[in-house]
């Protein structure tokens, strides 16, 4: 009798490791792909939410807001002996709802005075009036993205001339007040214990001068010419027309300090032109069963080397010594205050030329574009040569004669200019472009026929390595710095 064998289930090993859940929980991984929809769900609100209603709306209340503290602080300065005894000791909350019905003379209401005292009493006092500016400025900036004036730079010196305000007018102040604020009066009450009275107002004219000359930096030889040093104008006696002298003290008030930027000849790039240079090749046979033989000359005499008839010059870019004249510092006409000879002055003088307002003006100097490379042109002869010799056999297919050929090189393309045999038609090589650049390999090739001025046909051929042409190569040029002619 066989015995008979238990064989134990064979249970799956993966769901022997995986713990059995319990009815109604959740993995894990649900809980997470959950959060992670809910948080894709945020970014995706956030990503489609109109910013710019945020923008219009944040613009439009620092406007509302900068012209109403205007108003509130011009209102201050009249009437803050009326409301200040109600706002001071009270903080914002409770001055805006405490439960007295007596009205505020502010003319903004209870805001508006708050707002006042704020900024004018409790900051920087009668200079404070600035914020509303710099609001205004913050809020056209944000509304229409642009700026009425540098909003960086208007921004400080704002600031620079509201804390200096606060701290001038606090000198003139006992005590807390509407001229200097509690910033004004404290600095100068430690100020005037410091270094004294006189010092201290020595370092407020100090502190203005420095002010000024950061933020604006005026012209002083020209405010202090106008001031002092004006003649005044001689009376004439009553008649019907009266001579006015040019005052030439009151026109040098105004000439403007111009500062000369001379550029130096060793960083003017110099002009590229066309020379003629030629080359020799021993081995320059690109025709054998044409019936007009084609003749290579080279211009230089300890290379020359005539194989036919044709002639192929090669013209190489040579560099010329460039002068620019340096800048002409003139000055300003004199300036004649009565309007009642403009008649005269206009048979004088001319007709009104508006480029007499900026004479003095010079261009900058263009050692401030940058330099690319050197600016030469590097030429490969062999590949001038390779070219010229398919040229030829191309055009020798259609029996095409040809008595001279010139290549002139340029820092991008290569002009070849061909002298045809008597008898050849124009239009025949013309209509052989596509063929001479799929002969050449070339991208597109140009036919100029004839070129203008010259007896020839040029074809233009894109260099293997075409140079870079930059803008300051062409302002140093000769050409340029010499041109006499005017923009339209």
Same mark, same amino acid.
């Given at each position: 009798?066989?015995?008979?064998?238990? #064989? *134990?289930?064979?249970?799956?090993?993966?769901?022997?490791?995986?713990p059995?859940? *319990?009815?109604?929980?959740?993995?894990?991984?649900?809980?997470?792909?959950?959060?992670?929809?809910?948080?894709?769900?945020?970014?995706?609100?956030?990503?489609?939410?109109?910013?710019?209603?945020?923008?219009? #709306?944040?613009?439009?209340?620092?406007?509302?807001?900068?012209?109403?503290?205007?108003?509130?602080c011009l209102?201050?300065?009249?009437?803050?002996?009326?409301?200040?005894?109600?706002?001071?000791?009270?903080g914002?909350?409770?001055?805006?709802?405490?439960?007295?019905?007596?009205?505020?003379?502010?003319?903004?209401?209870?805001?508006?005075?708050?707002?006042?005292?704020?900024?004018?009493?409790?900051?920087?006092?009668?200079?404070?009036?600035?914020?509303?500016?710099?609001?205004?400025?913050l809020?056209?900036?944000?509304?229409?993205?642009?700026?009425?004036?540098?909003?960086?730079?208007?921004?400080?010196?704002?600031?620079?001339?509201?804390?200096?305000?606060?701290?001038?007018?606090?000198?003139?102040?006992?005590?807390?007040?509407?001229?200097?604020?509690?910033?004004?009066?404290?600095?100068?009450?430690?100020?005037?214990?410091?270094?004294g009275?006189?010092?201290?107002?020595?370092?407020?004219?100090?502190?203005?001068?420095?002010?000024?000359?950061?933020?604006?930096?005026?012209?002083y030889?020209?405010?202090?010419?106008?001031?002092?040093?004006?003649? *005044?104008?001689?009376?004439?006696?009553?008649?019907?027309?009266?001579?006015?002298?040019?005052? @030439?003290?009151?026109?040098?008030?105004?000439?403007?300090?111009?500062?000369?930027?001379?550029?130096?000849?060793?960083?003017?790039?110099?002009?590229?032109?066309s020379?003629?240079?030629h080359?020799?090749?021993?081995?320059?046979?690109?025709?054998?069963?044409?019936?007009?033989?084609?003749?290579?000359?080279?211009?230089?005499p300890?290379?020359?080397?005539?194989?036919?008839?044709?002639?192929?010059?090669?013209?190489m870019?040579?560099?010329?010594?460039?002068?620019?004249?340096?800048?002409?510092?003139?000055?300003?006409?004199?300036?004649?205050?009565?309007?009642?000879?403009?008649?005269n002055?206009?048979?004088?003088?001319?007709?009104?030329?508006? @480029?007499?307002?900026?004479?003095?003006?010079?261009?900058?100097?263009?050692?401030?574009?940058?330099?690319?490379?050197?600016?030469?042109?590097?030429?490969?002869?062999?590949?001038?040569?390779?070219?010229?010799?398919?040229?030829?056999? @191309?055009?020798?297919?259609?029996?095409?004669?040809?008595?001279k050929?010139?290549?002139?090189?340029?820092?991008?393309?290569?002009?070849?200019?061909?002298?045809?045999? *008597?008898?050849?038609?124009?239009?025949?090589?013309?209509?052989?472009?596509?063929? #001479?650049?799929?002969?050449?390999?070339?991208?597109?090739?140009?036919?100029?026929?004839?070129?203008?001025?010259?007896?020839?046909?040029?074809?233009?051929?894109?260099?293997?390595?075409?140079?870079?042409?930059?803008?300051?190569?062409?302002?140093?040029?000769?050409?340029?710095?010499?041109?006499?002619?005017?923009?339209?």
């Amino acid at each position: 009798m066989e015995e008979n064998e238990f #064989i *134990p289930h064979q249970v799956n090993s993966e769901q022997e490791s995986k713990p059995k859940q *319990p009815r109604g929980s959740k993995s894990a991984s649900q809980k997470t792909e959950k959060s992670t929809k809910k948080g894709s769900g945020i970014l995706s609100s956030i990503k489609e939410f109109d910013w710019r209603k945020v923008r219009v #709306i944040t613009g439009t209340l620092l406007m509302v807001y900068a012209v109403f503290l205007m108003l509130s602080c011009l209102s201050y300065f009249l009437t803050w002996q009326i409301d200040q005894d109600k706002i001071i000791g009270r903080g914002f909350f409770e001055f805006m709802f405490q439960s007295s019905t007596e009205p505020m003379a502010n003319w903004l209401g209870r805001f508006g005075a708050w707002n006042a005292h704020f900024f004018v009493y409790s900051l920087f006092g009668v200079s404070s009036i600035g914020f509303s500016f710099v609001f205004f400025l913050l809020g056209f900036k944000i509304l229409f993205d642009k700026t009425l004036l540098p909003l960086w730079k208007s921004t400080s010196t704002t600031f620079l001339f509201i804390l200096w305000g606060s701290y001038f007018l606090g000198y003139f102040s006992d005590k807390v007040n509407y001229l200097g604020g509690k910033f004004g009066f404290s600095l100068n009450e430690w100020s005037v214990m410091a270094f004294g009275a006189i010092a201290t107002m020595v370092i407020i004219i100090s502190l203005f001068y420095i002010v000024l000359t950061v933020t604006l930096n005026p012209n002083y030889t020209a405010i202090f010419n106008f001031l002092f040093s004006r003649e *005044p104008k001689s009376e004439m006696d009553n008649d019907e027309t009266t001579t006015i002298e040019n005052d @030439t003290s009151f026109a040098d008030a105004f000439d403007d300090i111009l500062i000369v930027n001379p550029i130096k000849e060793e960083e003017i790039q110099q002009d590229i032109v066309s020379e003629t240079v030629h080359f020799s090749d021993d081995e320059d046979d690109f025709i054998e069963d044409s019936e007009s033989e084609i003749e290579v000359v080279y211009k230089d005499p300890d290379t020359t080397f005539q194989q036919k008839d044709d002639e192929f010059e090669i013209e190489m870019p040579v560099e010329e010594d460039i002068f620019i004249p340096g800048p002409i510092v003139t000055k300003p006409a004199n300036i004649i205050d009565d309007e009642d000879l403009a008649s005269n002055l206009v048979a004088v003088h001319g007709e009104y030329d508006p @480029t007499k307002d900026l004479e003095g003006y010079m261009l900058p100097p263009i050692d401030l574009m940058k330099e690319y490379g050197s600016g030469g042109v590097s030429v490969n002869k062999e590949e001038l040569e390779t070219n010229k010799d398919r040229i030829v056999q @191309t055009l020798s297919h259609y029996k095409i004669d040809i008595a001279k050929i010139k290549a002139t090189v340029g820092p991008t393309v290569t002009l070849y200019e061909i002298v045809p045999a *008597p008898g050849v038609r124009i239009s025949k090589i013309k209509n052989l472009e596509d063929d #001479i650049a799929l002969s050449l390999s070339a991208l597109g090739i140009r036919i100029i026929a004839p070129i203008p001025g010259k007896g020839t046909i040029g074809i233009e051929v894109p260099n293997s390595n075409p140079e870079m042409v930059s803008m300051r190569s062409l302002i140093a040029s000769e050409k340029f710095q010499n041109f006499d002619g005017e923009l339209p």
